[in-house]
């Protein structure tokens, strides 16, 4: 009797186990379907798209839909750490030629409206992210404005410097022009007391420099000093070049990394205004393309494949991978994608 109980129990089990996984399996079936159907297939062809247009609110705060030939100004955030996060110069140059296709081609765009707060990132991308919006304003003849609400240092005032104008919000800070490479740190006295020994093989004069587990030699560092001070270099050209206000012997001498607010950046001549809101920013610059009564559009590109985005292996969702990681940042503390990477970063 019990026997037979517990088999009816077993059944019992796996048909309702074997309904629920059937479930489940008909309705992620139904999402691949649905996300091949909509994956960004275009009707010339077979291209793959990342992003889809989103409506925001013009400069009186509405939102409509509007035909398909109305003018766009398009909104790109720089929001985050240069270089994480999908905020980087590869992502950006995908952004910027969608912005010619699908809805917006025929040049529909007309401006972009460019919202910083950000304490910088890589060098790499910083760089990258400027020389694109530098080429894609002078190949389609499209003015740029960047309102800085929040934070605009290092790598993000490297990128402000690709508009044409920057206005501010009272309250934001900028500046910080400056490179920095991630500390290093030597372990060897602590490996010497402790009785540990390593080794490490190379080849190539200078390719094991810095190496953490052994005595460092005097001007170890030398090369590392001379592409920093290549980038600084650079950084400097580039802020002055298109910030024809900043004085470049008070900025290297004077002004250096420091970082300041809205009212003095401007009087250094980093931004064209503060106690500036966005909706004046974006007002200002429909006014600058020669758009009259708000008769425009803001759009923002957002992440389009978000079925692979969930389940791909690269998902940055770990609960679907099946791993949750628990990590403890100190204040000030370098992301670890950052390390050993030079950087136009100012560290809060």
């Known amino acids: 009797m019990n026997e037979s109980i517990f088999r009816s129990f077993l059944r019992s089990f ?58 766009v100004i398009l909104k790109i955030n720089l929001q985050g750490t240069i270089g994480l996060n999908d905020l980087d110069r590869h992502k950006t140059r995908e952004l910027l030629i969608e912005s010619r296709e699908k809805t917006l081609k025929n040049d529909r765009v007309k401006g972009i409206i460019l919202c910083i707060d950000t304490p910088g990132g890589t060098v790499t991308d910083a760089d990258g992210i400027y020389l694109l919006l530098k080429e894609y304003k002078e190949r389609y003849n499209t003015p740029i404005y960047a ?3 929040g934070l605009c240092a290092s790598g993000g005032m490297y990128v402000a410097c690709a508009a044409d104008k920057i206005y501010a919000s009272e309250s934001s800070i900028v500046g910080s022009i400056g490179v ?53 270099e650079s ?21 250096g990394a420091n970082i300041f607010t809205a009212a003095k950046a401007k009087e250094i001549g980093f931004i064209d205004e503060s106690g ?19 008769k425009y559009q803001v759009i923002e590109l957002k992440e389009d494949n978000w079925f692979n985005a969930l389940f791909s292996a690269q998902s940055k ?29 100012k560290q809060m």
Not at 19 to 36: D, H, V
Not at 192 to 219: C, H, M, Q, V, Y
Not at 280 to 292: M, P, R
Not at 324 to 345: I, W
């Open 14 to 71: 796996f048909i309702r186990f074997g309904t629920i996984l059937g479930l489940i399996l008909g309705i992620l079936l139904a999402f691949m379907l649905i996300g091949s159907f909509f994956g960004g297939k275009d009707d010339e062809g077979k291209i793959n798209y990342t992003y889809s247009p989103t409506i925001r609110a013009n400069a009186l705060g509405e939102r409509k839909v509007l035909t398909d030939t109305t003018p």
């Open 147 to 149: 309102y800085v609400d």
């Open 180 to 232: 920095m490479l991630s500390t290093a740190m030597n372990f060897s006295k602590v490996m010497d007391k402790i009785g540990i020994d390593s080794l490490t093989l190379s080849a190539g004069k200078g390719k094991d420099e810095l190496n953490p587990f052994r005595p460092w030699k005097p001007n170890e560092s030398d090369n590392y000093q001379l592409l920093i001070n290549d980038f600084y």
């Open 235 to 255: 950084f400097v050209d580039v802020v002055t070049s298109n910030r024809p206000n900043v004085n470049k012997e008070k900025l290297v001498a004077d002004y």
């Open 276 to 294: 500036f809101s966005y909706n004046q920013t974006l007002s200002l610059l429909a006014n600058d393309i020669g758009i009259e009564d708000n």
């Open 317 to 345: 969702n770990s609960l679907l991978k099946g791993e949750v990681k628990h990590t403890l940042q100190l204040q000030g503390e370098l992301d670890p994608k950052l390390a050993n990477q030079f950087l136009y970063l």
